[in-house]
């Protein structure tokens, strides 16, 4: 490796002038690097800067892993600290467990019909979901929650169908069913609210979390 005598640059072997400060290497002997040569001074400052660079990225590295290892702390105690899913009177449910399809499902098992329009193509204007228990004479309906809303908000001043001619949904599949009636399948007729309580708890009392 030879260098500058002048300058301290590198150059090839061989070189009779300095391609950086034009200076003369007609000493005809390659130029060794020595302790206190201004080559030597500047190969000592290159390795300074490739220290400190390595110690930057380092530091980097240390304060990325921190906030990597504080950001997984933080979501493993968001997942620890998740409310236990429950029904409506506190009773624990599992996680699959998300709509009232599901716990109907879940409460009373497998049902002899389960049928919805949520993946029809084309999907109507307002998508549903029944499920029927035969053996109770029992047909349940579900509505995407925003439909169950437009008619809770509606103040009773309107027929449910004439609310629902004014409501269209338009998100994707899956939905989180919302229970809109029961019928009561001997008589092809929607139960009243008043004697809701009264007929499952005769003809399907699992439905209200007793056992079937």
């Known amino acids: 490796m ?38 030597a001074q500047k190969a000592k400052l290159g390795k300074g800067v490739v220290v400190i660079i390595l110690l930057v990225i380092i530091a980097i590295g240390i304060g990325i892993e921190r906030r990597s290892t504080s950001t997984m702390t933080s979501t493993a105690t968001a997942v620890t ?53 035969r053996k109770a004479h029992l047909r349940f309906a579900f509505l995407p929650p925003a439909a169950v809303e437009a008619i809770l908000n509606s103040g009773g001043n309107r027929s449910a169908l004439d609310v629902l001619q004014d409501v269209r949904i338009t998100d994707p599949p899956p939905y989180k069913w919302k229970q809109f009636g029961l019928v009561d399948m001997l008589t092809n007729k929607a139960i009243s609210a008043g004697q809701l309580k009264t007929t499952l ?10 056992k079937k």
């Open 2 to 39: 030879a260098y500058c005598a002048a300058c301290g640059h590198l150059i090839s072997d061989g070189a009779r002038f300095c391609r950086l400060c034009g200076a003369s290497q007609d000493m005809g002997v390659e130029q060794e690097l020595q302790p206190n040569s201004a080559a």
């Open 81 to 133: 600290d998740k409310p236990p899913n429950t029904d409506s009177i506190g009773r624990p449910l599992p996680d699959s467990v998300t709509n009232d399809a599901e716990l109907l499902l879940y409460r009373c098992g497998t049902p002899s019909k389960d049928d919805s329009t949520e993946y029809d193509d084309p999907r109507p204007q307002i998508p549903s979901r029944t499920i029927e228990y």
């Open 201 to 210: 708890s005769k003809r399907l009392p699992c439905f209200l979390g007793d």
